[in-house]
């Protein structure tokens, strides 16, 4: 069972099918994703909004996003600059849009597509100058107008239609100027699935083994995730009391350098907005504990 990470890594992927059995999309439905030219073509022909994308570098740079083929969590994505020495073939040029970032959570089963919610992604301004698209964060239970989610939705299933995916999946979007693009598809488990009802990685097993399990209910909780990164160089100390809503923990003794991960914080509440400003608060606890002592 596989998550983000082999974006950069098909060989990886590839050779582990050899020897188990992988339960998600197969290394080759995978691999389409990581394939922009074909993508981007695939998003024309359906008509699906998206940015404008290149695959040689645009001769002006201003309003320009340079962006890696394989990569995940938006770390190496920068404002394009011509003056930068670059490898052709290890990036892609789109148009900057300004506006609200966010996923959709989807399973896909026998070619079935369910919905299980919208998100809102962000990064962490606090680094936006060093990594001005760094993944940081994601809130469930988003309440985005009607008309952007039917477009979502529409997008969905004719990918879905296109590609044989199964299992759990997410689609990244941005709404810009009223209009909602759709920048990728990520043909694996998405961090958004921790957000639902534990119910749904039993429907993703189901899915990638060909069961049926689509009419299982569950309900929504706003929930959130975000990786706490550290303001400054520092060492994990051995006698921290972890609080329950601290995951992915680091080892005692670990260094931990200015901008690198700490550790994930989760919270809930009662709408999107609540949840987001208490990952806000436990974030400064968490920084505060260890970088102030106090």
């Known amino acids: ?20 059995q992988v339960m998600g999309n197969s290394p080759e439905v995978f691999q389409c994703f990581q394939d922009k030219p074909q993508f981007f073509a695939n998003l024309s022909a359906l008509s699906i909004a998206h940015p404008k994308t290149v ?26 600059k011509a003056e930068r020495i670059i490898d052709r073939e290890l ?20 070619g079935c597509v369910r919905i299980l919610g919208f998100n809102r992604q962000w990064v962490d301004r606090q680094y936006a100058d060093q990594w001005p698209f ?4 994601i809130v469930n239970c988003v309440r985005f107008e009607n008309k952007y989610r039917k477009a979502l939705r529409d997008s969905l299933l ?17 709404i810009s100027e009223g209009t909602c693009y759709v ?27 060909g069961r049926r399990g689509m009419r299982c209910k569950w309900r929504n909780k706003p929930q959130g995730y975000q990786v706490v990164f550290a303001p400054r160089k520092g060492v994990i100390p051995a006698d921290i009391d972890w609080p329950a809503w601290v995951v992915d923990i680091p080892a005692c003794g670990a260094i931990i350098g200015q901008g690198q991960p700490i550790c994930s914080i989760m ?28």
């Open 1 to 20: 069972i596989y998550g983000s990470g082999f974006e950069a890594h098909g060989n990886v992927l590839v050779k582990i099918a050899q020897h188990w």
């Open 55 to 80: 695959f040689e570098p645009p001769m002006v740079t201003e309003c320009w996003l340079q962006k890696p083929y394989r990569g995940s969590g938006g770390a190496r994505i920068t404002p394009y």
């Open 91 to 110: 990036f892609y040029w789109q148009r900057w849009l300004s506006g609200e970032t966010g996923s959709v959570s989807f399973l896909v089963s026998e």
């Open 134 to 137: 760094k993944f940081s964060g």
């Open 158 to 174: 004719r990918l879905c239609s296109m590609y044989s995916l199964r299992g759990l999946g997410s689609l990244d979007f941005i």
């Open 183 to 209: 920048l990728e598809i990520n043909a694996r488990i998405p961090a958004s699935a921790q957000l639902y009802d534990r119910a749904v990685f039993d429907r993703h097993i189901d899915a990638v083994s």
């Open 267 to 294: 919270a809930g509440g009662k709408n999107a907005g609540q949840v987001q400003a208490r990952l806000q608060q436990r974030q400064t606890f968490i920084q505060n504990i260890l970088f102030t002592g106090c």
